[in-house]
């Protein structure tokens, strides 16, 4: 009989353990706790969490598509190169093979692309501008690279190569615009050092006021928009075939609009333009007309009535990005701030109160964006997540000395890289994006 109070005392105290280690386990996580509600709900707390410390920073990129940064950029030093590949909240390092290092210390970068396993790369030959030298790298696995060598009359003012690396292309002094093949023909199967490229298309974009927009790629390079005084044409990257005509702005008469921006959805199936006036003397007016074209891979030809105004008109426009799923428009104008337009319907939904907002990245599958802003009286610059569907901010950004001009999400969307200029050069820098369903900072 005198076991019975023994055993219940025994649990007693077993128990009287087991409710402090969960008071423990409880005082602990409470920090946590209401941080990471104080985000969910955008409250003031959820600026008092530590600002999230950078990955690295790189000097001396060449950025020419600030977007391509997310799938990986180059780094090319006076001996080694390398291309950083963001992924799984870090940044890592591939060193190019020996071979692939010597072809691109010969010449300056001036355009790149990455996509899967393969970089690509253009680099003028010589002081004249009449030659480039494209590679095709594939990462990792050879030392071989596949190399296309484009010579023209004139000098060349730009070359862009699409993000798939198969088609180039350049417009000279003259303005004409050339569209190139760069693929290896079906049957060849000698190995060569160079092999040849083949001329698609041109077009002349020569207007009176030499105000015409450069090519823009889309994201997936099946397409690509030339502007003109009257709005913008949109091309099929396989042959350059005109696919649609189209006007800057819908809603007004196309007459003295030129087309001054171009920005694509993800996949591909809405476009989104801007447009603005210019007088005698040739000074842009600071008002841009944007307009919104849905479902344009749909039709074999584009209609200028599918396309719709916006209802306002931003006023010192700084960028335009679709969401991932195409179906809202997010704007950042001097004017405004930042501001959500429903693709659709073009109406205005959201506007976010933000502060000098320079420019915007939306997160490839979750609905945040990062915003990159510089407050005009102190100067300070911030980088901020801010949570699309509540309009709160949720983290912030290290970022001490200059706001990012250009901003881009890794693929996987655990990784944020920003663009902006020091001495003359670019920088690169990278951040880990936290996980807002993540319990703590």
Known sequence: MSSIPTLVLDSLRRFGILIRRVGRRFRRALPAVLLTAAMVQGSPLAAQAPPIPTLGSWRDVTVTHVARLGRGFPLIGKEAALLMRPMGGKVTRHPLLPRQVAALHEHPLTDWSCWIQHFSTVQFQDASRRGLRVLQLPIGETDAFLRFDVTVDQPLTGAWVNDRGNRLLTLGEDHQLQLWQLEVPPYDTEPREIYPVTPLFQIDLSLPDKRALAPRWSPRGNFFATGHSAGFNLHDSQDGTVIGRFGGDPAQDQGDAVLVD???????????????????????????????????????????????????????????????????????????????????????????????????????WRPLIAVSSQASGSGEATLQLWHLERGQPFRRFVCKDTPPAGLSFSEDGTVLLGADEIGGATRVRAWPVPDPDRIGP
């Open 262 to 364: 171009v920005a694509y959805s993800l996949r591909e199936e809405r476009i989104a333009t801007a447009s603005t006036t210019f007088d005698r003397r040739g000074v842009a007016a600071t008002d841009r007309n944007l307009a919104i074209w849905p479902n344009w891979g749909m039709n074999e030809k584009w209609d200028l009535n599918q396309g719709k105004a916006l209802s306002a008109s931003p006023r010192g426009l700084r960028d335009m990005v679709f969401d991932p799923t195409g179906a809202f428009l997010v704007t950042v104008d001097d004017a405004h701030g930042i501001q959500v337009w429903e693709s659709d319907s073009a109406k205005l939904v959201r506007a976010l109160p933000t502060e000098a907002a320079i420019t915007v990245a939306v997160h490839p």
